[in-house]
């Protein structure tokens, strides 16, 4: 099974027990759609720290941090596009009344997995930074683009938390540098599958960053 696949797995076991019927099918639509890239570089940077770690007990941190990126990034959607439309139907409006209690429940539900971790406060620092982000974006002459982008690269160094501190220590600055820099060659929209985020190369970067700390730049790699 693959970092992808598990984090994939655990994320819908997570939610399993999510009613009603028609909530649950929006969360599962969502997880069957999105890129897990959040949840395997938690694994990944698990892995890098300890070449020998047996990453099957920590597919719970992995969806963990996926469920709040879900959450976060759909919440990041529904705040730029109105849900509701006044001239829709009632059927329609319901949707956009779903779509807003999944991402709640797909946020809350990850920090119940990250609760009793180590990761727990950078979690609660992560949607307190998006917070902080989506109310700047509507001042005048906002960078909205970065500020949007703020969530990938939020997410991508809450994941390496995550994944390092499961095996016994922080991660150094320049990895979460060097995952922030990961995170900035994206669109700040969607996410590429986790396969061709975490490749050989980036992969073989984490291991060498996890053990001495020396940065070098995702686009040379």
Known sequence: MDDAVRTRAAAQEALSDIEPSR??????????????????LTLASARAAAPTTTVEGLSERAAGVQLIYEGLRLTRTLAH???????????????????ILAADVLVSRGFYLLARTEAASMAVETV??????????????????ALDGNLEVDVFRLAAY????????EP?????????????????????????TIDTETSDELALLSSNGVARSPADS
Not at 162 to 169: D, K, P, Q
């Open 172 to 196: 150094p600055e320049e990895l979460l540098s060097f995952v922030s820099e990961l995170a900035r060659g994206y669109d700040g929209v969607s996410l590429p599958p986790a396969a061709e």
């Open 162 to 169: 995550a994944g390092a501190t499961a095996v016994g220590g």
């Open 128 to 145: 307190r930074s998006f917070g902080r982000d989506q109310t700047l974006r509507s001042e005048p002459n906002a960078d909205v683009n």
């Open 23 to 40: 909530l649950q099918s929006v969360l599962e639509n969502r997880l069957t759609d999105a890129s897990m890239t959040p949840g395997a």
């Open 81 to 99: 596009e109105e849900p509701w439309n006044p001239d829709g139907t009632d059927e329609e409006n319901l949707d956009a009344d779903l779509a």
